[in-house]
């Protein structure tokens, strides 16, 4: 079983950047394709980007193409989630998560291990 904690939330300003890191404990993080996901307030939580086991394929939902980018390093263990050009709807709680089958789903229900989430807010 895996333990993942997200950090590297924050206030920004529209246009600004911030990264992202979900650490991993208790199993090799290469053991699992990881995902980050985001929950606004009043909203379902909804996926934003997705990383095979090796690192070899990622995928988007349409909304942050092109302005976020995810990567791995297997070897501290570590997911990221680099944003850039932020905007005031990209404000919710972000949570990583991990599927040990590597079928590179956008569904919530693939993910079997959750982090607790870090809050993104982004101002006008």
């Known amino acids: 079983q895996v333990q993942l904690v997200e950090s590297g939330g924050g206030l920004v300003q529209a246009g600004g950047s911030l990264r992202l890191s979900c650490a991993a404990t208790?199993?090799?993080?290469?053991?699992?394709?990881m995902a980050w996901f985001r929950q606004a307030p009043g909203k379902e939580r909804a996926f934003v980007a997705g990383?095979?086991?090796?690192?070899?394929?990622?995928y988007y939902a349409d909304s942050v193409k092109g302005r976020f980018t995810i990567s791995r390093d297997n070897a501290p263990n570590t997911v990221y989630l680099q944003m850039n050009n932020l905007r005031p709807e990209d404000t919710a709680v972000y949570y990583c998560?991990?599927?040990?089958?590597?079928?590179?789903?956008?569904?919530?229900?693939?993910?079997?291990?959750w982090g607790q989430g870090t809050q993104v807010t982004v101002s006008s």
């Open positions: 208790g199993r090799t993080l290469s053991s699992y394709a």
């Open positions: 990383i095979s086991k090796s690192g070899s394929n990622t």
């Open positions: 998560a991990a599927e040990s089958r590597n079928i590179l789903s956008a569904r919530i229900e693939d993910y079997n291990y």
